[in-house]
């Protein structure tokens, strides 16, 4: 996708071939249909932050749990 930026009030706006992607993955995911939407698009996942960060200190944990008892205390800051 790429933005057209002039100097009118309509800027940034999409081509009309970018906008009817955007509308055919969007209703591939609304639909579930992440195969379709996969074949017109990059499809990523998101997730909290907080949730990464803890995937991330469990794969690093050393045996003593170090890193990872850091990355809970930070959740529990958080309120996560």
Do not use: C, N
């Not at 009030?9 to 081509?15: A, V």
């Not at 698009?41 to 991330?56: E, S, Y």
């Amino acid at each position: 996708m790429e933005l057209i930026v002039t100097d009118d009030e309509w800027s940034p706006y999409l081509s009309l071939q970018d906008t009817y992607k955007l509308d055919d993955v969007h209703e591939a995911l609304r639909r579930g249909d992440l195969e379709r939407a996969s074949k017109i698009a990059r499809v990523f996942t998101m997730q909290p932050i907080a949730i990464q960060l803890l995937k991330i200190a469990q794969q690093m944990a050393q045996p003593d749990g170090v890193i990872l008892s850091a990355i809970e205390a930070r959740k529990i800051q958080l309120k996560i």
